[in-house]
């Protein structure tokens, strides 16, 4: 079996672009993967057609070890535009594979471990600001089912945080417990906003919330910094999804400087790699959490490492809080009930895109504004579905 076609389609998705990629194959089975990469969409669909699909043609998708390799191997620049263009080819393959074998991706994999996969809800708070509005937010999504939710109450604080921001802050987040009461899970988000002394004394001044942990409470590339504020924090820590080589990974461990991982699937080198990678944390005891904010597809790959992992802990959940189409762009699949999600038998990844409705929604140049511009606050809108 020979790789003979390479496509990329885009669609937009409110916020976000989503950009798939579908291989065809000589015996008529076809993969689908996924590169969405907010801001660099139209870098990696480029980058796939210059680079990456000249050294996928005339490959068997069986051989992903090696085709993959050298695609990491030969890319040596590295970062987040060639690992999310390589993991989107990897799942592909994943996906052919499954389907050649008869099997779904989770079963080539070491099988079910996980009956079911628990989430917990992000995208929920969009365009909130006040406490309450945070709160009402949050008791609908609980009734929805979550038993868990993540959100950013730090506004586009950088670096610093004065104490007006932090008792701010605190507000929205006892405003938030307040709502849901002491049995759902929350996230606090910090997406790498502070330094290292505003981080420990925001954890801190949030303990008393009960928090399950703090996710990328300093810049994610200094893993060494973000050890030391772990090393003065009680809470459990977390972070990953902006790491992409498996060394960056070996340095977070070792350090021990997260309880719990985040590797996003769709943009660490793909499915096996993050089944490398889950292993790797398991020997120090940690955790994973696979990052998922983008698309149906990503979703799909990381569902796969979720329910054949010993060591998986929860899955972040945007799917009931995007584009009330979302579905429809993969013919209707939609996993997750009561915010849990299951997957059934179906070979491969399970579910196919629908090209008709993909062209419906065309490509919007930068939708989601700078996490650190007031815009992104207001533009962070709530999609739901009903």
């Known amino acids: 079996m020979k790789i003979v076609r390479f496509e990329t389609l885009m669609t937009n998705a409110g916020l976000r672009n989503y950009l798939f990629v579908r291989l065809h194959t000589d015996t008529g089975l076809t993969?689908?993967?996924?590169?969405?990469?907010?801001?660099?969409e139209?870098?990696?669909?480029?980058?796939?057609?210059?680079?990456?699909?000249?050294?996928?043609?005339?490959?068997?998708?069986?051989?992903?070890?090696?085709?993959?390799?050298?695609?990491?191997?030969?890319?040596?620049?590295?970062?987040a535009t060639v690992m999310t263009a390589i993991s989107a080819v990897e799942v592909a393959m994943m996906d052919i594979i499954g389907k050649a074998c008869g099997q779904p991706i989770y079963n080539l994999l070491g099988g079910r471990y996980h009956s079911s996969i628990p989430s917990y809800?992000?995208?929920?708070?969009?365009?909130?600001?006040?406490?309450?509005?945070?709160?009402?937010?949050?008791?609908?999504?609980?009734?929805?089912?979550?038993?868990?939710?993540?959100?950013?109450?730090?506004?586009?604080?950088?670096?610093?945080?004065?104490?007006d921001d932090l008792e701010e802050v605190v507000d929205i987040v006892a405003?938030?417990?307040?709502?849901?009461?002491?049995?759902?899970?929350?996230?606090?988000?910090?997406?790498?906003?502070?330094?290292?002394?505003?981080?420990?004394?925001?954890?801190?001044?949030?303990?008393?919330?009960?928090?399950?942990?703090?996710?990328?409470?300093?810049?994610?590339?200094?893993?060494?910094?973000?050890?030391?504020?772990?090393?003065?924090?009680?809470?459990?820590?977390?972070?990953?999804?902006?790491?992409?080589?498996?060394?960056?990974?070996?340095?977070?461990?070792?350090?021990?400087?997260?309880d719990v991982v985040q590797f996003d699937v769709s943009h660490c080198g793909g499915i096996l790699m993050s089944k490398k990678?889950?292993?790797?944390?398991?020997?120090?005891?940690?955790?994973?959490?696979?990052?998922?904010?983008?698309?149906?597809?990503?979703?799909?790959?990381?569902?796969?490492?979720d329910v054949s992992t010993p060591n998986f802990l929860i899955q972040e959940s945007f799917s009931e809080f995007d584009v009330p189409w979302r579905d429809t762009l993969v013919k209707g699949w939609s996993p997750i009930k009561n915010g849990v999600f299951t997957l059934g038998d179906a070979l491969g990844l399970g579910l196919e895109l629908d090209d008709d409705v993909i062209a419906q929604h065309p490509y919007i140049q930068n939708p989601f504004p700078s996490l650190w511009d007031a815009d992104w606050i207001t533009?962070?809108?709530q999609d739901a579905k009903s």
């Open 175 to 258: 405003a938030v417990r307040q709502s849901v009461g002491d049995k759902v899970r929350l996230i606090i988000e910090y997406h790498g906003r502070l330094a290292a002394r505003s981080a420990i004394n925001a954890i801190r001044a949030l303990e008393r919330f009960n928090p399950w942990w703090s996710e990328e409470p300093v810049p994610p590339e200094n893993i060494e910094l973000l050890a030391s504020v772990k090393q003065e924090t009680g809470v459990m820590i977390s972070s990953g999804e902006r790491l992409y080589t498996v060394a960056d990974f070996q340095r977070l461990f070792q350090l021990r400087a997260v």
């Open 277 to 305: 990678l889950a292993a790797m944390a398991a020997v120090h005891d940690i955790l994973i959490s696979p990052h998922c904010s983008i698309g149906p597809v990503a979703l799909a790959a990381a569902l796969h490492v």
């Open 379 to 381: 533009n962070f809108k």
């Open 42 to 79: 139209k870098t990696v669909q480029t980058f796939l057609h210059e680079w990456v699909e000249g050294r996928i043609l005339g490959c068997d998708p069986f051989n992903i070890e090696r085709v993959v390799g050298d695609l990491i191997r030969d890319q040596y620049q590295g970062g």
């Open 31 to 40: 993969g689908i993967g996924e590169a969405s990469l907010e801001w660099q």
């Open 121 to 163: 809800a992000n995208g929920w708070y969009g365009k909130a600001r006040e406490p309450y509005e945070f709160a009402e937010r949050a008791k609908d999504t609980v009734a929805r089912g979550y038993n868990a939710l993540k959100f950013d109450p730090f506004g586009v604080a950088w670096k610093e945080l004065t104490r």
